[in-house]
């Protein structure tokens, strides 16, 4: 009979994790440069303006990824109900009628360190922060605590903390992202022993709520009707960023147009550097470069669930399938969008869309990640 032998404790990191990350990195930074040449000109000048900022959030996100990595994610219980407060405190500060949080476009979702009439950073302009990010991040941790500290995990433990953070997410309002947090709620909640007869009880009415939600918002019901009838929306309103995200990818073939020959970044595409940047690849790399991107996507989330399989205790398990159902659930949502599978929510794709709340809070939670698949158990 052959014995079998199981190893625990601190050895290398998840190496196919950590090089794929880096190479999504790397290649985030290039596309943000490559989207936004034509914006940088037009409104600052020179060509480098959000290359430039990109690569300092990669380089602010690395901070707390590194001591994530180097610190024993076991203490970091400790530090889960402080962080989830600070969540909450933040996103209600956020609706607040402040000049640290004016609004933006019809919404109030950033706080702003130096807001007008303080002057200027150099290079970083006015500095802000987005709360929900952390939110998603928080939640994931605080939950993990809760289910080891208690042998039942039940509904009527999840949803008070859930709506902690999805309500005023809402109120901002911040559709997409009160989707991410429901998501991240339910997968953490069912991975940390919940019953699935409960969660299956609770879908309807969670479709209700978020049906109610859309049609009350005219903006949200204008959207869903565009992605549920595309040929009766206005081309020039609800359907024109889904009607131009599909004609980049089209035009980009198998091949694509070539590195920086792409046509849509010329003013052409809404939020071509942040939830519409795949469009810029599919346009450019053409459908062998987008399946390529979608596949390393891929691989770090199913690295990311395999970490959780082989983590040590509970709490690194519910910890880690949490990050990487985060990290599953954005990636499939903005794609979604880009080929019409889901409707425009705004949702950014992680590590390669333009954004500094979003990229550094996901750098961090990639760290924790990588410090569990250290002390995996091995077989």
């Known amino acids: 009979m052959v014995q079998k032998h199981y190893l625990r404790g601190s050895h290398k990191p ?30 600052f000048g020179g060509q480098y303006h959000y290359l430039i900022l990109q690569a300092i959030w990669v380089l602010l996100g690395a901070a707390p990824a590194v001591f994530l990595f180097l610190f024993d994610y076991k ?6 109900l402080p962080l989830f407060v600070f969540s909450v405190l933040s ?7 402040t000049s640290f949080n004016p609004e933006i476009l019809g919404a109030q979702r ?26 998603k991040l928080s939640l994931i941790l605080w ?12 509904l009527r433990l999840l949803l008070p903390f859930l709506a902690l953070v999805v309500a005023p997410v809402l109120l ?16 953490v909640y069912f991975v940390g022993g919940g019953s699935l007869l409960q969660l299956v009880l609770f879908f309807p009415l969670l479709l209700a709520a978020g049906a109610a939600l859309i049609l009350s918002s005219p903006y949200r019901k204008e959207r869903l009707l565009t992605y549920l009838y595309p040929s009766l929306a206005d081309p020039e309103r609800a359907g024109y960023q889904i009607k131009q995200i599909l004609i980049a990818l089209g035009s980009g073939g198998l091949f694509g147009l070539g590195i920086g020959e792409g046509r849509q970044k010329y003013a052409y595409l809404p939020g071509v550097n942040t939830d519409s940047i795949f469009a810029v690849v599919g346009e450019e790399f053409g459908f062998v470069g987008a399946v390529a991107l979608i596949l390393l996507l891929f691989l770090v989330i199913y690295r990311g669930f395999r970490v ?10 519910v910890l880690a399938a949490g990050i990487s159902f985060w990290f599953a659930l954005q990636t499939l949502v903005n ?45």
């Open 14 to 43: 998840d190496l196919v994790l950590l090089v794929t990350v880096s190479l999504l990195l790397v290649f985030g930074v290039l596309m943000v440069y490559d989207a936004s040449v034509v914006t940088s000109l037009e409104l």
């Open 75 to 80: 203490k970091l219980r400790f530090l889960a």
């Open 91 to 97: 996103l209600v500060f956020v609706l607040l009628p």
């Open 110 to 135: 950033w706080i702003f360190f130096n807001p007008s009439p303080m002057p200027e950073i150099p290079l970083l302009g006015r500095l802000r922060f987005q709360p929900s990010e952390l939110a």
């Open 143 to 154: 939950l993990a605590v809760l289910y080891t500290r208690r042998k039942k995990f039940d």
């Open 172 to 187: 901002e309002p911040d559709f997409g992202t009160a989707v991410i947090l429901t998501g991240i709620g339910g997968a």
């Open 308 to 317: 959780a399989q082989h983590a040590p205790d509970q709490f690194g398990r």
């Open 335 to 379: 794609l979604g969008a880009m080929v019409g599978i889901t409707p425009l929510t705004g949702v950014t794709l992680p590590l390669i869309s333009y954004g500094g709340s979003s990229l550094v809070v996901t750098m961090a939670a990639l760290g924790i990640l990588l410090n569990i698949s250290k002390q995996t158990v091995r077989k």
